[in-house]
């Protein structure tokens, strides 16, 4: 079982970026996918939420309408398109699968924001 982010980086600030997640070895499309982030000294914070079907969305609030988030069942990828990125974005961002009691994480990718 795999969660593979790429897509991390340097941003600056209003820019955009594209977030991939990967999945291998399971049925992603049996698991709700959230994307999450971390920064430095701060607490893991879901970002966003995709149900199964990928028909419904939710956003945390300090990025409704700047972040979406997509997935594609058939090539097992989810995606976090962030506009307007801010300051307070830059984090690791991790994506993880949940189906019940079972949740996996993947290992991270780095977003920077800097002029």
């Known amino acids: 079982v795999q969660l593979v982010e790429s897509g991390g980086g340097l941003v600056q600030p209003g820019g955009a970026l594209r977030l991939a997640c990967a999945a291998s070895?399971?049925?992603?499309?049996?698991?709700?996918m959230n994307w999450h982030r971390q920064a430095p000294g701060k607490e893991r914070e879901l970002v966003a939420a995709?149900?199964?079907?990928?028909?419904?969305?939710i956003y945390a609030d300090y990025v409704k309408g700047r972040f979406t988030m997509s997935r594609d069942n058939a090539e097992k990828i989810v995606h976090l398109q962030m506009n307007d990125v801010k300051p307070e974005d830059a984090a690791v961002y991790y994506c993880?699968?949940?189906?019940?009691?079972?949740?996996?994480w993947g290992q991270g990718t780095q977003v920077t924001v800097s002029s």
């Open positions: 993880q699968a949940v189906n019940g009691l079972s949740k996996y």
């Open positions: 070895g399971f049925d992603c499309s049996s698991y709700v």
């Open positions: 995709i149900t199964r079907a990928g028909d419904s969305t």
